[in-house]
């Protein structure tokens, strides 16, 4: 598949996390991979210069591709080690066995405790995940830790050692982080209460905690006790946003096959997803075009068993959205309406609904998308006009952006055959230059770009813009000159209000037909190198205000900054954090200054 081919289907990739398949002309599966961008992940192999024989190889045997969308990264992750082991494509490494992944462990015994384990034991305990990293597996923890007071030690805590009381509490009772269990401050029933809605929350049901924190709240509120009640309302905030576990990984679903379906006129969708073991090894969607006005639900089963019999299936278990007249013998048929089933109907009817949206804006003349004619008549426009010795299939455009001369930065983007590459974007922190020198800045960008793609042997752009007046261009082709590359690459300006091109050292510009495509293309990639500064120096510009603020505070150290820049971003979030939190982050003595020295900026 060449970038130009590509570049039909490109806008009908999704944006969301998911996993892709590349075939061959035969049909053969090549490569199963996953990605929390699709289209950006997918568009990498064909918008940019591969260093890779092996993936030069594969891109070169690419007929088809396909992807399935899932919930989250981790979702993505699950779902391609699963297809790699049941295909081993030829392009892909093998890849850990599931059991190295932790999981969230509710052990068996009196107040039971909660922690990891990588390894998984037939001990009678709880079982939650597998979970994809420890960040992931930390978070949850640590949300837990927030909910539920459990206890972390090792002791005995039978019910005579209590009586005799053998222990004393430690550090954790004393902070707030456990209720003393081992020395009768809890007894076993408030315990196993929270036990159970962490078991609970765990696998999917967030009502019971919910319902708590509901009328904890209401009952602060009416206390006229307003700051807890607000601590219970973030706590509400931050379960509602709490994904508790994989729907793509859970042996307790068994063996089953779940089948969804869109209906858009004459043309239904429907898709297959099949699991073993509760792990997903087979996702398909097909089209089912109607010959006779037949209704859904006829079509939907005349896919349901085309789709069992390709894969061979022997599930005995079927889940779909409504009931079927499903004719084979020993088959169930189940219309979840909670639970983890119904999740994975819910994945589903989404790839089902996107093949939908997709079957929509596929034609290459839909009005999202640009034909490869237009590209081409772009591309050859703009070598006519500027006299290049071949099309520019590879152009990058520098612009820089300061505000008053603060926090001055430049962005460069890319576009390969005519489409934009955002994975070869690059954006720059001015480091050489202080206050108002767009000139200088263009210099330092310009060499700091090629320096690096001389010496790493990378290959070099068709044609460089330099967004702005001759000042820029020149100070561009200085850099240049100090690298060794004048005549390597064709340099241009674009004239800032002018729609207008020129080269260096000459005093006509170049007026590309107003209406033509090539001008549509230049302006297409100033729009976005435009929008790619702006958003970095508007992020750059807040992120100092932060840091402004934060050093002010007597007491608070750079570290103890970087920690809180990358925790909360933003003053508001830190002013709204759970001091507990603070204090985890930054130790107790500078969480109480960061406090105090808030509360004075006020």
Known sequence: MTPIEFSKIAPQIPTQPGIYKYFSVSGELLYVGKAKHLKKRISSYFNKQQDNKKTIELVGKIHQIEFTIVDTEEDAFLLENNLIKQYQPKYNISLKDDKTYPQVVI??????????????????????GPYTSTESVNEILSFIKKQFPFRTCKLNLSQDNITKNKFKVCLEYHIGNCKGPCQGFQNEEDYNEGVS?????????TGPLMHYLKSKMTHYAEQLDFEKAEQCRQKIDHLIQFQSKSSIVNSKIGTIDVFAVVEQKEITFINYLAINNGSIIHTKTIEAEKKLNEDAAEVFLFGIAQLRKEFESKASEIIVPFYINYPETGVKITVPSIGDKKKLLELAQKNAAYASVRYKIKKPEHENTISEDKIQSALLEIKDELKLSALPLHIECFDNSNLQGTNAVAAM????NGVADKSNYRRFNIKTVQGINDFASMKEIVFRRYLKIRDE???FPDLIIIDGGKGQLSAAVESMHELGLMGKTTLVGLAKNKEELFFPGDSNSIVLPWDGEGLKLIRRIRDEVHRFGITFHRNKRSKNALTTVLSAIKGIGENSITALLQQYKT??????????????????????????GLQSIE
């Open 197 to 205: 809605q962490l078991s609970a929350l765990l696998k999917g049901n």
């Open 107 to 128: 052990k068996k015994e009196r107040f039971p405790r909660v922690f990891i384990s990588r390894r998984k034991f037939n001990d009678g305990a709880e079982y939650f």
């Open 571 to 596: 003053i508001n979030r830190i002013k709204q954090a759970n001091p507990e939190d603070l204090v985890k982050l930054i130790g107790l003595s500078k969480t109480r200054i960061l406090l105090d």
């Open 457 to 459: 042997g990378l290959s």
């Open 413 to 416: 983007v890319c576009f390969i």
